[in-house]
């Protein structure tokens, strides 16, 4: 394979593959962010769907038993924790109900009491968990092993006495409820699936293409609010999904007697309409069948998780450590066709071995995750460490896995890739894999500046098995994004803080500084999502900066076509990116993501020692992680006076401070203050064309040229202080690089560093790609 084309050949016929029929429903799958409060409101803001109907097909009365004794505590002033165990008990004999009908369940249900449940983002515990069967009172407790989540909450009596649906706690369509935090105009909570299917029961779904439209507005949830309790479910649903890289997560929220069955996935949550088990014990019955019966892929685990290659998942897994990660089968003879036959595979062409198919039989994971999302929607990504195992012919397959993963090991080389599993937008045209394969393929002399992708996978619509499916009118009608699933297999990199030395770190910076301009200049690619994750770097005879993560890279062409141009990581986020009114993204946004995440090494990089990074913020900087108003002001005050945040520089770094940092900082505080300028001009002129409007003047003379989106709110502007580089007149600027934001001036402040030159044999077709723009 040829290095100086990063393993990619425009012969390299299969290099996605798409599946949207992998799976037929949600029973085929069996053998038979810490975030805060106000972090998750705003995730979930606009994605939830509410009041939903649990399906009434069940005939047969349930007894409940120990009702009486749930009740009875109830009006007696009891609190939440007197009710756990009563309830354990009415849901135990329910238990012994279906297993004395013969049913099949896989089920334990326990109260954590005292036991502290540690997460990825320790958001605390709920009140029980429900587990499977193989799990006892010894065992281990772990968000990994959990089927669902059970968190309860008492309306003092008096309350409950003196008012009834309206009462604090309760679901209303009002939306009254005295802890509620923030209204949403969109639907509930969820119920899974497997809530409301009997697993024993294949259910036919109508196809999601046959939908005739959205859902009148007659029938849509009022304007409803979050609850308290609603807000620590998302935070364990969060927990849940962190864990074994989950695709959805549910649980169950129980005030008094009410009940209200929740599902969340990347894409939002639904909640069911509420019921009152004391008044219709049936729909209790059905849930405790339904989460009894369920395995572990109606639950919502990965169903490509297995604990070897002999074996599919049975039992919940502790960690993903020392798990694979099995491939999809694909029929490689036709378009994104699954066909069920494990002799179809997948493949991609190999340069050099001609008429044979590199075929991956899975990705063996050695270790725990090297990045979970911290959100409870998007593109929750996962990424994993491992190596990609190939297939062995047939006849060799016995051992031939076996024989390649010895190898691997014996040879050092183990854990030389990454898997990323992650869920992006369904409208977004540009899969990150090809956009990566592409700018490899137009401007191969930063092929080394960009990730090796070896394979990826997309799973679409009934192929990624999600119960939302059940609920595909309330989405559609809701407008809640539609997303899908991928897994992107890549050469694995070392983030910026693990370079060992400051010089190093510069080179790594500096070639990121240059693949990025070289990529949007001649690849018309644009970035729009630069972090201190996404700035990589690897050995190859020097330390060699990776851009990664394109997963958010725009055409340069559709960025003004968007209708949605706030992405990026918040602690690197650009000013105007921040704003209640975000404009389009534009190069000079990137190029101050990148003076962030300088100015964010600086402070929290310790290069070279045993512990380079601890991950834990400076509170200098602590602001900048705030929500976007709080960043906008945080940012707005660096710029104005940067001093309080470069006292605080790593020693590492303090040669740094004069060469680069500072110039730097002169550069973007005269972008600074040419925004301000260029806001008040633009203000200006509207008022004057204002005025000639209302006197009957012609004003189209003064009219601007920039598009509407480019203006933003600068009441809450501070005045900065005169900068120590010229500023430019206000009608020489124009809102695309506020009069100084280019490569060439961001390389300038950057002393010493001169911006290298295309390679002589690319030069005429780097010029070719420039003549054919114009």
Known sequence: MDPSTNGYSSNDSLHHYDYYNFYSSTESFSEDDCSTDDALRAELFGRISRDVDIEDYVHKEWKVEGLPTYTKLLNEGAQKEDLYEPFQSIIADLFDTFTNDGRKLDVHHTSLDETTLKGV?????????????????????????????????????RQRTAASDSTIGTFNEEGTAATAALAVSSPGLVPTPTLTTRSSTKRKHSSTDTLDGPMPAAKRPKLVVFTRKEMQ???????????????????VVIIDTQVALHYYDRMGAIYTQPFKFDEE????????????????????????????????LSQPLFSVKNAILRLPKYNSNKDSAYEGDDD????????GEAAVDKVWSHFKIIGDPLYVSGSLTGRGSHVLPGDLVEESPAQDRSEGVASKEKQGAESGQEGTM????????????????????????????????????HCAISLKGESMGLPRRLFHDMTIAYGLEQRYFTLLFSDRYKHL??????????????????????????????????SENNLLWTNDKRVVGVLNDWDLATPVDAVGNSTNHRTGTGPFMAYDLLGPEPPVHLYRHDLESLFYVLIWAAVHYNLGSDVPYSGAVNPVLKTWTGDYGEARNAKHAFLGDPEPVLRNIQPVFKSLRALWIQPLC????????????????RRARQEVIGRDVLTGSQGSALMTTGDDSDDEDNANNLALPEPAVKSAPAHDIDFETLGCLTFES????????????????YREYAKRLVKEDK
């Not at 560093?753 to 002589?760: F, G, Q, T």
């Open 121 to 157: 983002w320790n958001v605390g515990n709920p009140d029980q968990l429900f587990f499977f069967g193989s799990h006892d009172e010894e065992a281990p407790i772990a968000w990994s092993l959990a089927k669902a989540f059970v968190e309860f909450a008492v309306t003092p009596r």
């Open 233 to 251: 479910a998302a935070g364990y649903a969060l927990e849940l999904l962190a864990s074994t890289c989950r695709r959805w997560a549910t649980g």
């Open 281 to 312: 014990p049936w729909k209790l019955a059905l849930f405790a069948l339904a989460i009894g019966q369920c395995d572990l892929v109606q639950a919502g685990f990965e169903p490509l998780v297995a604990p070897n290659t002999d074996t599919l």
């Open 344 to 351: 179809k595979v997948i493949g991609n062409k190999v340069k």
């Open 418 to 453: 990454v898997a990323k599993l992650s869920w992006p937008m369904e409208k977004r045209p540009y899969l990150e894999a090809d956009t990566v394969k592409d700018l490899v393929e137009k401007i191969p002399w930063m092929s080394r500046h960009l990730p090796r992708i």
């Open 497 to 530: 803080w693990e370079v060992k030395t400051l010089i190093g770190f510069q080179m790594a910076f500096i070639d990121i500084v240059e693949c990025h301009r070289t990529v949007t200049r001649y690849g018309k690619v644009l970035h729009r999502d630069i």
């Open 666 to 681: 002169d550069l973007f505080q005269e972008a600074q203050m040419n925004r301000d300028k260029h806001a008040r001009a």
């Open 746 to 761: 961001f390389m300038a402040a950057l002393a010493h560093w001169k911006p290298r030159s295309i390679p002589k044999e």
